[in-house]
Structure formats: C-alpha cells, structure tokens
C-alpha cells in the first residue's frame, strides 16, 4: 500500500512491517492443508488482506484481527480480483465466487477434476468484464474458460459469472498464470507446451513444445515491450 509490507511464509505466518523494517504484527493462522505449504501471497483488497492456508481468510491490516473465512478444497494460486459497481470480488482458480466485504460465497463454477489430484495452481487473467483462466492435471484433463461477469451487483450476486466459451488443451499441469493480449490467450503448461488461443472463442491457433533442455516451469507469462517471458525451475 506504499507505506507497509505485508508477507506470509509457507507454514501458516502473516506479518506486517513498515519500511524501515519494524514489526508491527505478526499473526500465526492455520496450518497449511498440503504438504508443500501455502503458496499464495497476500493481497490487499477494498481495505481487507486476502491470505490462504487452508481456507480463505480476510484480516484486518491495522491490527491482523480475522474479519471473515470461507472454506475452501485443495488450491495454490491468488485468485483473480475484480469490481462490479466499485465492488470488489474474488474469483479463485477453482471458479468459486467470494464477496470481499463480507466473504459470502456466491453462486460460481466450483471446477473438479475427474480424479482426486491437484489441478489448480494458477491467477485468472481479467480482461475488460472477462477472466481467463486455465487448470489440468497430467494425463488426465485440460481446460480453459473463458467467463463474464455482468455490469451489476444484482445480477452478479443473483446468479455469478456467464461461461462465454471452454476448450480443452493439453492435460497438463498449469502453474503459470495465463496472459491475454491483442485478441489473444496464451498459456504455458509445467511441461513446456505453449499455446495460443483465439480470445473470443477458444479455438487454438497454435501449440508448440518449446525446444532446448527446460526444467518444469512454474512462473505466469510476463509481457514487457511486446515480448512474452517466462522462467523455468532452475532460472
């Protein structure tokens, strides 16, 4: 926020700091629910710090006192945020719909996966009133969806976001978060498989293994200066 840092560990710690390196809380939450600890930062939204360990929680910055929790399945990365009305929204890789003043659940996707396996590691893409986002375990599923969130409150918390349209991709693993620019959605799956599709509607335009000898990768897509970067597991 310009004036404190704030930051969670893997195991369960939340902190806030000022810039000159003072404490000014630290709080201890929940355990994480896998045994890879928590690998979602915080996020301030609409005067509420949005953490996850085992559940979503929202705390209050002045003091780290919890203001709401929402329960919530196996996940990893941040969801997406948006506003309605100057009504700010969470939207997490699982599709499910949160309120950020109060926590209310809203009516939203609650994607699965056929097995019981991770498949949701990664950050919504939000796009004018669209959030891309794309999630898959190996061997087994693939998806990318496209969804729409209406122009207010009352539709939303009435009946959530619209699917415009779903393709099936790669059945990969997803950890980098999808980038979408000038028509186009691009996303890199953990075993180097690029792929473009068509924004509007879905459709690949093409997928390409990238050459050379990469690690897995886990970074989302950057882009600076019309160039698309990512990282990989050993640099």
């Known amino acids: 926020d310009g004036r404190y840092i704030y930051s969670c560990n893997g195991l369960g710690?939340?902190?806030k700091h000022d810039l000159d390196g003072n404490r000014i809380w630290a709080r201890t939450m929940e355990?994480?629910?896998?045994?890879?600890?928590?690998?979602i930062s915080p996020q301030l939204v609409a005067g509420k710090l949005i953490v996850r360990f085992a559940d979503y929680a929202a705390l209050d910055p002045e003091t780290g006192e919890e203001l709401w929790r929402v329960k919530d399945p196996h996940?990893?990365?941040p969801p997406a945020i948006f506003k309605v009305e100057d009504r700010s929204f969470l939207y997490t890789c699982r599709g499910e719909l949160i309120r950020v003043s109060d926590g209310k659940k809203l009516p939203s996707q609650d994607w699965t996966i056929a097995q019981k396996t991770f498949a949701f590691f990664n950050t919504g893409f939000v796009s004018g009133n669209r959030i891309y986002?794309?999630?898959g375990a190996a061997g087994i599923?693939?998806?990318v969806y496209c969804m729409e969130f209406p122009g207010t409150v009352d539709e939303l918390e009435r009946d959530g976001l619209t699917q415009v349209w779903h393709s099936e991709v790669s059945k990969e693993r997803y950890y980098a978060s999808p980038l979408v620019h000038e028509g186009l959605m691009y996303i890199f799956s953990m075993g180097q498989i690029f792929q473009v599709l068509d924004a509007n509607n879905g459709e690949l335009v093409y997928s390409q293994k990238i050459p050379g000898r990469m690690e897995r990768t886990f970074p989302g897509l950057l882009l600076v200066?019309?160039?698309i970067y990512t990282g990989e597991e050993n640099g």
Request: hydrophobic content about 35%; charged content about 15%.
């Open 133 to 135: 986002s794309v999630h």
């Open 225 to 227: 200066n019309d160039m």
């Open 75 to 77: 996940t990893f990365g």
């Open 13 to 15: 710690i939340v902190t």
């Open 31 to 39: 355990k994480p629910d896998h045994n890879w600890g928590a690998a």
């Open 141 to 143: 599923q693939g998806d």
